[in-house]
């Protein structure tokens, strides 16, 4: 049985952080618990929430932009020429509900960052457009989202530690899927 490591790992003090206290108190109450996943996934969450909210901030001044209004844009942007994909495709690749897609394409359309017309391959199907001003717009928010998260990374990792961290993520994920 893994044994429990105050801190979860970590040197309780300066470096002593809300996910070890967490852990700590498990500890406390269920010392046969090993908690060394609750640690890294607990990180990996909160983590993940405070870079979202970053990169909302950044997204911000490009229309008042959400995040997820940019991944519909950015899907586009990625698809390359012509940025072209039909709604179904859209929600198949962000992973949300028809009808989260459709209040996004809603949005999007009203503010003149991309077009609906009608597929000319299949009379009941759509193809979602991205318009000159939704490039432009998405290729000048990408760079302020990537702008926050390389701070981020900078801050607290060498290039290396940031390598290793994304080789260790991916096999995490990989292990997971």
């Known amino acids: 049985m893994e044994k429990h490591i ?3 790992g970590h040197v309780p003090g300066p470096g002593h952080d809300a996910v070890d206290a967490i852990t700590d108190q498990w500890f406390a109450v269920r010392p046969d618990l090993a908690t060394l ?3 890294v996934f607990g990180r990996i969450y909160r983590l993940a929430a405070a870079m979202r909210a970053q990169v909302d901030k950044a997204y911000a001044p490009y229309g008042g932009m959400s ?3 940019f991944d ?3 899907t586009l ?3 390359g020429e012509p940025y072209t994909l039909s709604p179904r495709e859209l929600t198949a690749t962000l992973m949300i509900t028809t009808g989260g897609m459709t209040g996004r394409l ?3 359309e009203k503010a003149g960052l991309l077009t609906r017309s009608p597929d000319p391959n299949d009379r009941r199907g759509l193809r979602v457009t991205l318009t000159e001003e939704g490039r432009s717009l998405v290729d ?3 760079g302020a989202g990537l702008e926050r998260q390389r701070a981020a990374l900078e801050a607290a ?3 290396e530690e940031a390598h290793q961290l994304n080789d260790l993520l991916r096999k995490l994920l990989a292990a997971t899927a």
């Open 67 to 69: 995040l997820g209004e």
């Open 140 to 142: 000048q928010a990408v």
């Open 6 to 8: 105050p801190g979860a």
């Open 77 to 79: 942007r990625r698809s």
């Open 106 to 108: 809603d949005k999007l």
């Open 157 to 159: 990792l060498t290039p």
């Open 72 to 74: 519909v844009l950015a």
């Open 37 to 39: 996943p609750m640690a």
